[in-house]
């Protein structure tokens, strides 16, 4: 059954991100060339549509009890139309971030996922207590924008959460997790086939709305696959996402340093 709809999936993307490249051009949801990019023509993005669509199409068909998931679904939902409209509008800073943390926030304490303690190899267990949840929204906060700071060359970021999500996936077959697996698999399959047309020559970019969306995931998923256990399943994710995170930290001082970050 999981086979059948990651086939299902990846077709899904490879047939849905075509049609979201004309909707895009159809609103007006381009990035022009400039300085700051790397396209010598406009190229529409929005293309995380797709990767949205296709995931959500292969979620449905998962043999697990959706019921609870509720607001794992409205805090995407919330990260897609904050990417969206940032893709066509162009958001301020101080916006994506509260937007971010309005769709952390229902994950965390609408659905109660939480970190709430990790043990430390010579220490022992250590509990976040109350700040469990500040904790939890700033680690899924900083995926995001780690992703969608990496997302400045064709098929980088795609690639990157690929790489992430299928090493969590494998992390949680060893866990016996078989909720986080099949998910984070289906999302792979969704992220490849959105990538046939985003590898260089790229033809569409997922834009924020793909990049927030999968950082948003990615964050989710690493929670819920490796709460509450021992430091070195925490300390996994974390080196698996290093290199988006490392990126962020630069990206970061290097905008304030040419005071590019706009609140």
């Known amino acids: 059954m999981v086979t059948i709809t990651l086939v299902v999936v990846f077709l899904a993307s490879v047939i849905l991100t075509p049609l979201v490249r004309k909707f895009a051009f159809a609103i ?8 700051r990019r790397v396209n010598k023509k406009p190229m529409p993005t929005l293309g995380g549509l797709a990767i ?19 607001p794992i679904l409205v805090g995407g939902l919330i990260v897609t139309l904050v990417g969206v409209f940032d893709d066509r509008f162009e958001l301020t800073a ?11 926030s229902v994950v965390v304490f609408g659905g ?22 500040p904790f939890t929204i700033i680690w899924i906060i900083a995926i995001m924008n780690a992703i969608n700071l990496v997302d400045g060359l064709d098929g980088l970021a795609g690639g990157i959460s690929s790489i992430v ?16 697996f099949p998910i984070s698999m289906v999302l792979v399959a969704a992220i490849l086939g959105f990538l046939i047309y985003n590898f260089h020559p790229a033809s569409i970019f997922m834009g924020d709305t793909g990049a927030l969306f999968l950082g948003y995931m990615i964050g989710v998923l690493s929670v819920m696959g490796f709460k509450n256990v021992t430091f070195i399943s925490l300390i996994i994710p974390i080196m698996i996402l290093g290199v988006p995170f490392s990126d962020t930290f630069f990206a970061i001082i290097r905008r304030v340093s040419q005071k ?3 609140l």
């Open 52 to 70: 949205i669509l296709s995931f959500l199409i292969g979620f449905v068909m998962l043999p697990i009890d959706l019921s609870s998931f509720w």
């Open 112 to 133: 109660n996922l939480m970190i709430n303690y990790i043990t430390l190899p010579l220490i022992g267990q250590i509990n976040f207590g109350w700040f469990a949840g």
């Open 94 to 104: 101080g916006m994506k971030l509260f937007g971010q943390f309005l769709a952390s």
């Open 165 to 180: 999500l299928i090493s969590i996936a494998a992390m949680a077959y060893v866990l016996n997790d078989f909720i986080v």
């Open 260 to 262: 590019k970050i706009n």
């Open 28 to 35: 007006g949801a381009v990035d022009n060339p400039n300085k």
